[in-house]
């Protein structure tokens, strides 16, 4: 059996019923909420979201790619927060993200 905190019991409950993410969108989100709480370095989210086409040399682009539908999934989160108890935090002179509960 495992144990899940009452954050991830509603992240699931908000992931589930959400269907405004993009595919890719969706696979970030997942991404981090696999980790709910920790930090995620970027190449290893990079890594989850392309990782049919991953490739050491097109890195620096997918790292913008990230950046930008992380920017998107911002925007989404921002428009219903009641709904969307969520938001994704980074740290940029690390290269790191996590999703986190608003309250």
């Not at 959400?18 to 969706?26: G, M």
């Not at 970030?28 to 190449?43: C, D, H, K, N, Q």
């Amino acid at each position: 059996m495992i144990d899940l905190t009452p954050s991830q019991l509603r992240f699931i409950e908000w992931f589930t019923e959400d269907t405004t993410l993009t595919p890719i969108e969706t696979r970030i989100v997942r991404a981090l909420g696999l980790r709910l709480g920790s930090w995620v370095p970027t190449t290893a989210l990079v890594r989850a979201v392309w990782r049919d086409t991953f490739h050491r040399d097109l890195l620096e682009a997918d790292k913008h790619s990230l950046r930008v539908h992380i920017s998107r999934i911002r925007r989404k989160l921002e428009l219903n927060p009641d709904q969307t108890p969520w938001r994704i935090e980074n740290r940029v002179q690390h290269g790191l993200y996590r999703l986190v509960a608003s309250d």
